[in-house]
Every structure is written in structure tokens, then in C-alpha cells.
């Protein structure tokens, strides 16, 4: 019975994989449907994992900055026309656009409010310091690769996001001259959280840092400067599983 | 007939042979090992294609014999270099497969590439059998021992030059067979020889490099490929060696800073460093030091410092030097003496002579020892005692990146590792063990479980007093003492951790109030995990967990499998939540290339089945033979691979085993294949089913001797040299591989004298069992351990000749087959 089950789970992989690989079509201007739809993909992400999101759900603010925001104008041309679906996609230079939930999910962690400023280290496409700009007063961004930098720069300029800098630098560093960060997004890979990262959050900031490859999230660390300047981090699942079979169920 | 006309089957079979062990490695560089490791599984059913093919255009083929074969061979050495200069610009990318299912059909297509050379070169053996049915016995020893030199060759090759350049050679070596075939033509055979011999020439010296080097077709996601990203970042250093393609980065923009468990209370940046990338992935550093201490004092704030909290000036053995980080570590932490144990000799070279003065010569210092061997054998056969065994993240090296199929195991992690480990330490020492910490916990877990066993073992009544468990947010150390740890012991651990925000997730007397404080998980796993493992209800948890976290065991030497396949339903439906990132790819892999080598399989030897329908012998007797050979092939393989596996311990390095083993059986057993017609005439009386009945009976004999004799003979035996030791298993190896030789010429000789379209048909059959059973050996070997193989292998032995004996009794009574004599291999001088 339960190879059964194992065949039907291979089979409907297969099958929705299958699906996947009819090309969309839309016009690269009108794709409101499709982001409602990438809308609904992450609520329901986000229902099926409350601890994620700490039980709260995405906040609102997030999703309707991430329903607004024209996500196919952030990947590569070839890339366009699955700018919505629920995946990552290549950007080039080893370097991907995070799946939309992970985007909403890193964005409602940092929770930053419209006075708040907020350092992110790894520009790449530069769609995340876009959802990030209406959130936030203003948004620093960083990347180290100088081609990708310099293309999100002007294409964040291009598209009006007046309050986002980006710069072409060494993230190790943070950037000091506008520290301390509410907020830091830290998407570039890394062996361990630069110290002086830690030091430009803010008192009560919060920093979030995906690890894992370059199409796999494993988890998300949440990184909590409390008001005494001590730190605590939480290791957060982006999927409700529970390691042990038949204990703390659902 | 002249030992000269068969050497062409030699030539080419070596080639073949090498260019699969050749294209493993180059794959290994652009892609990632398990993906390697598919690729050419699938490949290699280029031999069961040649046996289709073969069958249907044998006539043809064999009347012009010479020429077909040169052909062939040429057709193998133009395709070994095109197909794979095609398939390395197909632009897969594995970790999209998850997301995007087109990439399974860039998959498919290295797949139809890279089948091309085996197929040509499979045809020119398969055409030798067929031209040959009265010489069965000979062409097979040359394929074997030819196999057998071209897999040592190879690995010898890889040592002196790049793959790439390697994979002219093995071109080259195609170009020379089919000139030497072509002498044997009856017209044109000196000008066709000519050309080819010269192309052969042409091949090894003009051939530009660039076409082939695998370099530039890197996966874009592999780290040396980001590293290289970065302005100003460049290679300075590059080594290949059939251990792995190492490469040396300087990125003096950007630094690396590569310090993983790295204490979040640390305010220092990491000294300059060299990163040294193997196949392009998993990065170990060179860390620049002039002498101060206090530069790295950053080293101390990781989660593998904790030992040094608790003993004094200790004498440490590190066990995966690497770049010598943690040689640096202890010299920093005061160490007495290190002794720092390395596998690739490559890595020694590079972190002690080529890059001494940017380690500022630790390794030269009177008190610091660099050996070169195998973690777990060095462990097993030293003489010396030691305070601290410290073992870093040493998986990456070793066996994964020698990228040959059968080195997925790993002898360092076992129970009986942990046991020879502990028996080396002075009664207050201490191993510590730091692993990357996953969510949810698996390799952690493991671990814990495995040192718990070992201390029972050890006759250790309350293990959790000799356990302590530390975590920072990505890696976790554990630390396995000889003698209980005392309270003042645990007061310096706790300080340690505090001071560095690190967890506590297990050490005597803590509760749970202590725990889940710094680095909070959603639950704590380990400490929960701990406390199982530790108490009655051990077993059940190991069940109930749905990650694999059984320890591993000599017998079963899979740390690294942790996959349950009652989880696969529920991950695969949280795929792309994050779900895929918890799936162990390596096990599914293994499976899915056995799924698609059984279906193509099952294609090519029921093709020519149904083709040839109405072929002479009738149904039941086809499926008999073809069951033969199947269980030919599968048992070969199972006793072949269960014994690579089994002597990496005993030889101590995966590359040993492989090619001693490998080179041992293939050449014994040519020479088992050389010889089975007089065995036959002996001692079958003349019988080929009497000949392989008693063969059988005696590699049972000896399988089973074996199985139940090798661990002793390796305990005893494992301190010896390694000459020595390589010969003892040489002198082990050669009766079971001589019996093992005689079953398929002599079956192949007996099924052919019936019919000779039946020969290029049992050539594909037992080249797609082949297959099957290398990638079948490695999950039976995970499920039932190598005991579990050599005892099935056994079996299908045994029953093998009960699969002809029947058929041959029907045949004599109704003596319609062609000429008689024929069923007999010719005797060989």
C-alpha cells in the first residue's frame, strides 16, 4: 500500500512537471493575473508552514507591494515568461531570483515599518530591494558582482525606485556611513555573519539570512538584536515537517 | 591462431574501460558526482545496444570481420572525444531539475551522446565473439585483462596529466586497435592501417585541449565557478590527480573569510586565505599566518575550539588536514604536538610546500607531523596515543571526490571507527567530531548515535556521561570522551558556550531549561534526540525518526544515507517549499539510474528477442540462456563491487581499492576465462555445464571463506606496508576471480554451439547486467549491508548452471543442433 502511494507521488511529480513545460505566453506589460495567482501560491505556502511566518501569516503590506510589483522585469529576457511561477529562476552568473515565497517570506521576517531603513547584501536582480522600497524609508543594497549591480542599479532607477542606493562593493563591511539597519537582508552566501553586519543592526532590528543552495532554501536564520544588544538567532523552515513520525503532529 | 589478432579486442576494451572511469572524473568537475555517476550508468548500455545491434547485422559484419572492427574502433575514438565535447555544452543544470522538468530532457540527451563510444567500442568485442565461437575463451581473457589495464592505466594516467589531455590518449588508443585491426583486411590493409595510425598519431599530439577542457562548462552554481565571479579573483595554482581536480583561488578584493561555526560574539576578521577548491566545489582554505597567534584568534570562537576549553597543552591527531586550519587552530590553542593526517598527496603538496610561506610553515615546525594516508587506517594502525582527535568537516575530500561509483561509503564515521578512535586516546582524551548543522538534524544525530553504540561497545554503562553536544546556527561538534566528564569539565564547556552564543544540546547533567537558548530552533531537536539515544526507547526513535539515523557500521559504511522512503511521499508534496532541500538526492538518484538502466535494459535484450522470434532454439530456451547470462553479469558485479568497497579499509584509500581490485578480478579472471576449456576437459570430462557446476561450487566456497574470514585477516593484517598489504589482497583475490572468469566463455561457448546469433546476444545481456548490477550492489550493499551482496551473489552463481543443465539434456535427446564439435571451447596453448 505504501509503494502504492510512493508510485502515485512519483506519478504526480511527473504529471505536474509535465504541465509545467507548457510555455505562457501572456504580454510582458499585463500580467496582473498572473501575480494574483503567484499571490495565492504564497498564502497558501504560508498556511501550510505557521511557524514561518510565526503563526501570523504574510503580512498584507508585503503581499500587496509583491502583487504590484512587475516581477518579469527583473529576470533575464528567456526568463520572462516564468517570472511568476512559484520557483527561482537563473539571473546568470551563478546567481538566481529567489522563489516569490521566499521573497514575501525573508520580507515579512524583517518586519520593517515605512520609517525603518534596511541594508541588503547580494542585490542580484534587485527585485527584493524593490519589494523592499515601498515598505521602507530607504533601502541600501550591495552586490559584489559589478555587471549585476550595475543592471539592477539602473534598473531600479528605471523604474523609479527612488529611494533605493545600490552600490558595487564587499558586503562583508555593511555600509557603515548609513548604519545602523532596521532591517538587513543578507541573500549572498556565507560561511558565517559578518561581525559587522551584526554591529550595524539596530537595537530591536531583526536580520534574516537564507542558507542553502542556489535552488534550494533549507531554511531561513533569523537573526535578533534585542534592546539590551543581545543576539539571538531562530533557524525558521519555509515547510511544516515534523521529524518524527506519529510525534507532535500538525 | 596468433595471440596478435586478438589484441585489437584488448586495445579497445582497455579504451572503453578507461574512458568510462575518465568521463566519471571529467563530469565530476562540471557537474556534481551522483549526477556523474548517472550519466555514464546510462551510457555503459551502450554495450547492450551493441548487442542488438550486433545480432541483427552479425552476417554482414563478420564476413568482412577486419574491416567492420576497425571501423568500429575508429568510429569509438572519434566519438570518445565528439560526444563528449557535445555533451559538456549541453546546458543541464541538476539543481533545476526540482523546478524545471526541461532539464530532463538536456539530461536525456548527454545521455543518447555519451552511449556512442561505448557502443562502438562494445561492437568491436561483441564482433570478436561472433567471429570467434571457437576461441570464446581467448577474446574473452583479452577483454578482460585488457579492461583490467586500461582501468590501473587510467588511474595512473590521471596522475601525470590533465582529463582532458587523458581523454586524447583514450582516442588515441581507439585510432591504434582499428589500425591494428586493419591488417587483417583483405585489400587496402596497409594504406588503411596507415591512415589510421596516423590519426591515431594526429590525435595525441595536434588536438586542441580547449575542445575538451572541462573548465569552461562548469555549472555556473559550482563555488569555484562564483569564486571566479568576483573581481580580481583568479586561479593561481590548479592540480589533477584521479583524487580530484584541485584548484587554488586568490581574491584579494573580496577575501574569502571562510569560517564556518563561527561564534556571532566574534568581532574579528578572518586572516587572508587561499581557497582550495575540489572539483570545483567544497572549498577548504589556506589561512595566511606570520607567527602571531592573535591574528586567528577568531579559530577559537568556532564550535571545533571546544576541546581545547578542557584540556591542556593536549597532543592532537587531526584527521583531514585540508588547508590546516585545524592545525592552526591547536598550534593557536597551545597544542604539545599535532599530527595531521591527509589524503590526497596534491593537498600536502599544496598547503606544505607550494604555499609554505603563506601559512607561514606550520607544517615544517619540529612539533607538527603532516602524514599522508587515510583517516580511519591511520587511526586504526598508529602507535601513538593522543589527547585530542579532532575531525573537521572531512567528508567533502576522500571518497566523494575521487568520483568513481563505488566510493560512496565512508569508513570514517562507523561504529567500529569510532572504537578504533577512542582506542587511541589517553585516558582523559577526547574526539571531537563538527558537522554542518542540517534542519532537521540528521548527520548530528547519527553521529550521536553511532558514538553512543561504540561507547557501549567499549563496555561504557552510562554513555552520556562521556557525550557532550555543542551547536552554533550552522554547524554542531560533538565531543566523545574516554573516561566520564567531570563537573569541572562540564562548568568549562558551559562557559565556552555561553560566552559564544552557542547551544548546549547535550552534556551530563543538563536539563532542559539549559537548552534551545542562543540559536533556537523550533524545537530542540538534538537535545530530545540525545535523550532518546541515550535511554530505552533508543530503537524506537531510530524508527520513528524519518531521516535514516542508524549508525553506520563496517558492514554497511553509508553515514551519509539518510533517506527513508517513507518520507519521499511528503517531501515530494512540500518540493517546492523547501522540501527538496531535505530530500537525499544521492540515494534517489540511485535509484532512478536503476529504474531507467532496468527499462532500456529490458528494451534492448527483449528487442532482439521479439526481432529474431523465429531464430532456431525456441522461446524457453532463449529465456533460459538469457537468465544465465543475466546472472552471470549481476552475480560478476556484486562480488566485484562488495569487494572494492570492503578492502578500502583494509587498503586505506578508495583509489587503492578500486584499482587493485578492479585490475585483480578482470585480469584474474582473464586469465580464469584462458583457461576454463581445459578445466572443462579435465575436470568437467568434457562438459561444459559439469565445468561451471564445479566453478561454482568453488567461488561459493570461497565467497562464503571470505565473508566469514576478511574482518580478522584485516585487523591482523592492516599495519602491514602498503605493497605488502596490496599484495596479500592480489593473492586473495586471485582463486575467486579465476573461477569467476570460467562460468561465461564456457556458457557463452555451449549456447553458441546451439547458435551463433545467440552469441552478440548474451554479449548485451551480460553487458546491460553489468550495469544493473552496479548501481543494484550499491543500494542492496545500503539496505543489507556487503554481506547481504556476496551472499545473493552466491546464489545466483548456483542456480546459473541449473539454467543450461535442463536445456542441454532436451538438446542431446533431440541432437538437432548444428555441428557438434562446436560446443566445445577449444583448448588455448
Given amino acids: 500500500m505504501r509503494r502504492l502511494a510512493q508510485c502515485q507521488a512519483l506519478l504526480a511529480v511527473v504529471l505536474a512537471s509535465a504541465a509545467a513545460m507548457i510555455p505562457t505566453s501572456a504580454p510582458a506589460q499585463d500580467r496582473f493575473a498572473e501575480r494574483a495567482a503567484m499571490i495565492e501560491t504564497i498564502k497558501g505556502h504560508a498556511r501550510s508552514a505557521p511557524s514561518a511566518v510565526e503563526g501570523q501569516g504574510i503580512d498584507p503590506a508585503v503581499l500587496k507591494t509583491m502583487g504590484k510589483m512587475p516581477r518579469h522585469f527583473f529576470v533575464p529576457e528567456e526568463q520572462r515568461g516564468a517570472a511568476y511561477r512559484d520557483r527561482p529562476l537563473p539571473i546568470g552568473y551563478g546567481q538566481t531570483i529567489s522563489q516569490p515565497f521566499i521573497v514575501a517570506l525573508m520580507t515579512d521576517l524583517i518586519n520593517i515599518g515605512p520609517g525603518d531603513s534596511v541594508l541588503e547584501i547580494g542585490t542580484g536582480s534587485g527585485y527584493q530591494a524593490a519589494v523592499l522600497s515601498p515598505l521602507a524609508a530607504k533601502v541600501y543594497s550591495i552586490e559584489i558582482i559589478p555587471e549585476l549591480g550595475e543592471r539592477a542599479a539602473a534598473r531600479l532607477a528605471e523604474l523609479r525606485f527612488n529611494n533605493v542606493e545600490v552600490k558595487v562593493d564587499d558586503g562583508y563591511y555593511g555600509w557603515p556611513a548609513h548604519a545602523p539597519f532596521d532591517g538587513i537582508v543578507v541573500t549572498a552566501a556565507a560561511s558565517h555573519i559578518p561581525p559587522p553586519l551584526v554591529e550595524q543592526l539596530a537595537k530591536g532590528g531583526r536580520m534574516v539570512v537564507p542558507v542553502g543552495g542556489p535552488f534550494a532554501t533549507q531554511f531561513l536564520m533569523l537573526v535578533e538584536k534585542r534592546m539590551d544588544g543581545s543576539i539571538t538567532t531562530r533557524q525558521l523552515l519555509p515547510v511544516s515537517f515534523v521529524p518524527l513520525r506519529g510525534g507532535g503532529a500538525r | ?829
Avoid at chain 2, 582516442?171 to 587496402?188: E, K, P
Avoid at chain 2, 564547556?493 to 531549561?513: H, K, L, Q, V, Y
Avoid at chain 2, 568453488?698 to 593484517?717: D, H, Q, T
Fill in chain 2, 1 to 829: 591462431m596468433r595471440a596478435g589478432r586478438l589484441l585489437p579486442v584488448g586495445l579497445i576494451s582497455a579504451a572503453t574501460l578507461a574512458h568510462e572511469v575518465l568521463l566519471i572524473r571529467l563530469f565530476s568537475i562540471i557537474q556534481w558526482h551522483h549526477f556523474a555517476y548517472m550519466m555514464i550508468s546510462i551510457a555503459l548500455l551502450g554495450f547492450g545496444a551493441s548487442g542488438t545491434f550486433v545480432a541483427l547485422a552479425r552476417r554482414p559484419l563478420v564476413e568482412r570481420y577486419p574491416a567492420a572492427f576497425a571501423a568500429s574502433a575508429a568510429l569509438f575514438g572519434i566519438t570518445a572525444i565528439a560526444s563528449f565535447a557535445c555533451a559538456e555544452r549541453v546546458p543541464f543544470n541538476a539543481l533545476e531539475i526540482v523546478w524545471n522538468p526541461r532539464q530532463l530532457g538536456w539530461l536525456a540527451a548527454i545521455y543518447v551522446l555519451l552511449i556512442l563510444p561505448f557502443f562502438f567500442g562494445a561492437t568491436c568485442i561483441g564482433l570478436a565473439f561472433s567471429r570467434h565461437p571457437d576461441q570464446i575463451g581467448r577474446v574473452y581473457a583479452f577483454d578482460l585483462v585488457g579492461a583490467g589495464v586500461g582501468a590501473l592505466g587510467t588511474v595512473g594516467l590521471l596522475f601525470l596529466v590533465f582529463p582532458s589531455e587523458a581523454l586524447r590518449f583514450i582516442a588515441a588508443l581507439g585510432f591504434a586497435a582499428a589500425a591494428l585491426a586493419a591488417t587483417g583486411m583483405a585489400r587496402h590493409r596497409w594504406f588503411a592501417a596507415g591512415s589510421l595510425g596516423l590519426a591515431a598519431a594526429v590525435i595525441t599530439v595536434w588536438l586542441p585541449l580547449s575542445w575538451m577542457a572541462p573548465g569552461p562548462h562548469m555549472s555556473q552554481y559550482k563555488g569555484l565557478r562564483m569564486a571566479l565571479e568576483v573581481p580580481n579573483a583568479r586561479v593561481v595554482e590548479e592540480r589533477s590527480s584521479p583524487l580530484g581536480l584541485l584548484t587554488v583561488v586568490e581574491s584579494p578584493t573580496v577575501p574569502f573569510r571562510y569560517a564556518p561555526g563561527l561564534s556571532l560574539a566574534n568581532t574579528q576578521e578572518p586572516s587572508a586565505q587561499l581557497a582550495v577548491f575540489t572539483d570545483g566545489d567544497s572549498i577548504t582554505a589556506i589561512t595566511a599566518y606570520g607567527g602571531d597567534p592573535a591574528t586567528v584568534a577568531y579559530l577559537g570562537r568556532t564550535t571545533a575550539a571546544l576541546p581545547y576549553r578542557i584540556l591542556e597543552r593536549p597532543r592532537v591527531l587531526v584527521l583531514g588536514a585540508g588547508g590546516g586550519e585545524q592545525v592552526l587552530l591547536a598550534l593557536r590553542a597551545g597544542a604539545d604536538a599535532v599530527d595531521a593526517v591527509e589524503v590526497n598527496p596534491q593537498m600536502i603538496d599544496l598547503a606544505r610546500d607550494r604555499f609554505a610561506d603563506v601559512v607561514g610553515g606550520i607544517f615544517s615546525r619540529p612539533n607538527v607531523h603532516l602524514h599522508l594516508a587515510e583517516a580511519r587506517t591511520f587511526a586504526a594502525t598508529t602507535g601513538e596515543r593522543y589527547d585530542l582527535i579532532q575531525m573537521p568537516l572531512l567528508d567533502s575530500f576522500g571518497a566523494a571526490a575521487a568520483g568513481v561509483q563505488s566510493l560512496h561509503e565512508n569508513y570514517t564515521y562507523t561504529v567500529e571507527a569510532m572504537r578504533d578512535y577512542l582506542a587511541v586516546l589517553r585516558p582523559d582524551g577526547v574526539v571531537a567530531i563538527t558537522r554542518w548543522l542540517r534542519v532537521p538534524p540528521r548527520d548530528i544525530l547519527k553521529l550521536f548515535a553511532t558514538a553512543t553504540v561504540a561507547l557501549e561497545a567499549d563496555g561504557v554503562a552510562q554513555p552520556g556521561r562521556h557525550l557532550v553536544l555543542i551547536r552554533s546556527w550552522n554547524t554542531a561538534t560533538l565531543l566523545a570522551a574516554k573516561s566520564p566528564f567531570t563537573g569541572e569539565d562540564v562548568a568549562a564547556i558551559r562557559g565556552f558556550a555561553a560566552e559564544n552564543f552557542f547551544d548546549i544540546s547535550w552534556a551530563p547533567g543538563i536539563s532542559a531549561s539549559d537548552v534551545n537558548r542562543y540559536n533556537q530552533l523550533d524545537q530542540e531537536y538534538l537535545y530530545q534526540g540525545a535523550l532518546a539515544l541515550l535511554g530505552p526507547e533508543r530503537a524506537e526513535f531510530i524508527e520513528r525518526y524519518k531521516f535514516d539515523i542508524a549508525p553506520a557500521t563496517d558492514n554497511r559504511p553509508y553515514f551519509f544515507d539518510f533517506f527513508r522512503w517513507r518520507a519521499l511521499s511528503e517531501l515530494l508534496t512540500l518540493r517546492t517549499q523547501g522540501g527538496a532541500a531535505m530530500l537525499d538526492w544521492g540515494y534517489l538518484i540511485l535509484v532512478t539510474t536503476l529504474v531507467q538502466a532496468a527499462t532500456l535494459s529490458a528494451v534492448l535484450i527483449l528487442l532482439p528477442l521479439w526481432l529474431r522470434r523465429r531464430a532456431p532454439g525456441g522461446a524457453v530456451h532463449r529465456l533460459r540462456f538469457g537468465l544465465y547470462f543475466l546472472a552471470l553479469g549481476l552475480a560478476f558485479l556484486f562480488i566485484e563491487i562488495a569487494f572494492i568497497q570492503r578492502f578500502v579499509l583494509f587498503l586505506g584509500h578508495p583509489l587503492y581499492a578500486v584499482a587493485v581490485v578492479l585490475a585483480g578480478f578482470l585480469a584474474f579472471a582473464g586469465f580464469g576465462s584462458a583457461v576454463a576449456a581445459r578445466w572443462m576437459a579435465a575436470v568437467g570430462r568434457g562438459s561444459p555445464v559439469r565445468g561451471i557446476v564445479l566453478a561454482v561450487v568453488v567461488i561459493a566456497f570461497l565467497a562464503a571463506s571470505y565473508l566469514v574470514a576478511l574482518p580478522s585477516i584485516f585487523e591482523r593484517l592492516l599495519a602491514l606496508p602498503d605493497a605488502a598489504k596490496i599484495a596479500i589482497t592480489l593473492l586473495l583475490i586471485a582463486p575467486l576471480a579465476v573461477f569467476m572468469g570460467m562460468p561465461f566463455p564456457l556458457g557463452l561457448g555451449h549456447v553458441g554451439a546451439r547458435s551463433d546469433e545467440f552469441i552478440p546476444w548474451a554479449w548485451g545481456i551480460n553487458g546491460c547486467a553489468s550495469v544493473l548490477s552496479a548501481i543494484l550492489a550499491t543500494l542492496l550493499a545500503m539496505h543489507i549491508g556487503f554481506t547481504g551482496v556476496v551472499t545473493i551473489a552466491t546464489i545466483l552463481y548456483l542456480v546459473a548452471p541449473a539454467l543450461l543443465a535442463g536445456l542441454s539434456d532436451r538438446y542431446d535427446h533431440r541432437g538437432s543442433g548444428p555441428d557438434r564439435n562446436r560446443s566445445r571451447v577449444k583448448p588455448t596453448a
